[in-house]
């Protein structure tokens, strides 16, 4: 399998039996866009161009530069290019996981939640297209040069984890579709600020939670979660703390699962 470029690893110990790490993982495609761009088919379908004038022009002397703007009639292209991409990534970070904490392991995929062969370990991945100051949208068109996304995974030990990471706050139509009553009448009541950043920590948590219980998309992002916002709002106020909390008043450890909410590293993993 080729090898991706990750950057901006971090790795964080949970507990005992729980570890995550998260990182960058980048690709220049420029090359592709171009490719695309000036591939002779598209120009003999969209110009009506002869293979003959086609001659003409190869012996012109060209002045060109790199496209960084694709047409968004390709961006299926580039959406599955970088879907490829991370499913590569989640999967060489985990190499890198099994190796910092010196485990000689494979992955299961066979079944939901996957495991480690031999150990019998939980894993669990997430990932997510990355913000960039250079994305830009402008005349139909969509500013690529490299695809960035943020990938993340979780090891457990002990039982099935959840992990979700995020880049972007989630649109608040997006919100009032799937989130329950006691959670809207929360979030209204908060500055702008805080009610994104809450609603987004909210996401994550059902996201977490329906990788640890399988449920469907519609079930577990119409969980309630509202017992857990005033939580969420004393343990976050800035934007590089980390906490965890339970997600029950229950005081017994085997029967709660913890929260972890990284802020600096835009993740939230269920544990």
């Given amino acids: 399998m080729p090898t991706s470029n990750l950057t901006q690893i971090q790795y964080t110990q949970l507990d005992t039996t729980t570890w995550c790490v998260t990182a960058q993982v980048s690709e220049s495609i420029s ?3 171009t490719g695309i761009l000036w ?3 598209l120009w003999l379908s969209s110009c009506n161009t002869s293979c003959k004038d086609i001659i ?3 012996s012109l002397n060209w002045y060109y530069q790199v496209a960084t703007a694709a047409p968004r009639h390709l961006v299926p292209a580039l959406a599955r290019k970088q879907r490829q991409q991370q499913r590569q990534g989640v999967r060489q970070l985990l190499q890198e996981l099994l190796k910092k904490l010196e485990i000689d392991d494979t992955l299961d995929e066979s079944s939901f939640p996957y495991r480690l062969v031999n150990s019998q370990y939980y894993v669990c991945f997430s990932h997510t297209g990355a913000s ?3 994305q830009t949208t ?3 068109q969509t500013n690529f040069t490299h695809l960035h996304s943020k990938i993340a995974v979780v090891i457990s030990r002990q039982r099935p984890a959840g992990i979700d990471i995020e880049t972007h706050n989630i649109a608040w139509h997006v919100v009032k579709r799937f989130y329950s009553k ?3 009448a929360i979030l209204q009541e908060l500055s702008t600020d805080q009610r994104e950043r809450t609603a987004k920590l909210l996401w994550q948590i059902k996201e977490s939670f329906i990788k640890v219980n399988q449920y469907t998309l519609a079930q577990g992002l119409g969980m309630d979660y509202s017992y857990l916002i005033p939580s969420l709002i004393r343990n976050n106020r800035e934007i590089n703390s980390t906490s965890v909390l339970n997600d029950s008043e229950d005081t017994d ?3 709660v699962y913890r929260i972890a909410t990284l802020q600096s590293q835009q993740t939230v993993i269920v544990f």
């Fill in 138 to 140: 402008e005349s139909n």
């Fill in 39 to 41: 591939n002779k088919s």
């Fill in 31 to 33: 090359h592709l866009v």
């Fill in 253 to 255: 450890y085997q029967s």
């Fill in 132 to 134: 960039s100051s250079k």
């Fill in 182 to 184: 006691s959670e809207l």
């Fill in 56 to 58: 003409k022009l190869n």
